[in-house]
């Protein structure tokens, strides 16, 4: 898909596989099969960005091949690599501002270079691998760096900033105004983000993102934790983990295998006042086999 491609599918079918998703459909032992439901179903499977570089950053050379070819399969030319946050919120806004009640999601250039690398791995030079590393691992030093900066707040009074409630609230959008480079960017004013909030569910998932890391790091939520005796320990989710919250805005069904992240994602979810389905890689593979 080039660049200035849009997203034209109807958006109940579009499901968006975190990057736990693509390992487990990569690996499944009956991946055709479930590559051919896909087809059957009309279901129209997204990967982002963030998942791209997340796979490209991979060690094992046959492991990375193997996900960027499944995941060039299921994509296709024609579906749009989802933006990152950052980018793909200002395609509500150019909306918002016509008076529109609809958005038109397209892909930048940066986006179609990922998209690119992902359908010819072996042409990405080990110099571009480098790059998108050290970018991935931007995105977790900037979610580290809120913590750091909010270790000595706490214990919060009030209500969670991830509620609607306080999402709601102008001095919030005040804050996060201050606080949000893109805000400033695209010449929005703290009174803009009410408007904004109301007439996209792409930013209401992104404050609601941005509010819940507030709550995580204010909480103090552990870097680790054991989600049953027998599993081993989960890490909190990161950088990349939450970016993907806004993703939310976009597809109404988010498949991921990670239980930490998914209760993470349904909070961000129910804080933004959106009803979206988070649903586990081993339920939803189960489910389609059944169809």
């Not at 590559?35 to 499977?45: E, K, P, Y």
Request: hydrophobic share 45%.
């Amino acid at each position: 898909m080039t660049a200035g491609a849009v997203l034209e599918v109807d958006p109940s079918t579009l499901v968006y596989f975190e990057t736990s998703a693509w390992n487990c459909l990569a690996r499944h032992p009956e991946k055709e099969d479930l590559l051919g439901a896909f087809d059957r179903h009309g279901i129209q499977v997204l990967a982002s960005v963030i998942v791209a570089g997340e796979i490209l950053r991979t060690g094992d050379p046959e492991i990375w091949r193997t996900l960027c070819d499944v995941v060039a399969r299921v994509q296709g030319e024609m579906a749009p690599l989802l933006d990152h946050p950052e980018h793909l919120v200002r395609y509500p806004v150019e909306a918002w501002r016509r008076g529109d009640s609809t958005s038109v999601i397209r892909q930048s250039r940066a986006a179609s270079v990922l998209l690119r690398y992902m359908t010819n791995p072996d042409a990405v030079t080990p110099e571009e691998r480098t790059e998108v590393k050290l970018w991935v691992n931007a995105m977790h030093e900037d979610h580290a760096s809120v913590f750091r900066a909010l270790a000595h707040i706490g214990p919060r009074a009030g209500p969670p900033f991830c509620s609607p409630e306080v999402l709601a609230r102008p001095d919030f959008h005040r804050l996060f105004a201050e606080k949000v480079p893109v805000v400033a960017e695209l010449g929005l004013s703290a009174g803009d983000l009410g408007g904004l909030a109301a007439a996209s569910d792409i930013w209401k998932v992104y404050l609601a993102a941005a509010a819940f890391t507030i709550d995580a790091a204010i909480d103090r939520m552990p870097e680790t934790r054991r989600i049953r005796a027998v599993t081993r320990p989960q890490k909190r989710p990161g950088g990349p983990d939450v970016r993907q919250a806004v993703y939310l805005g976009v597809c109404p069904t988010f498949v991921l295998r990670d239980e930490w992240f998914q209760e993470c994602l349904a909070e961000i979810a129910c804080g933004a006042g959106l009803e979206r389905r988070i649903v586990s890689t081993d339920e939803f593979f189960a489910e389609l086999a059944r169809r």
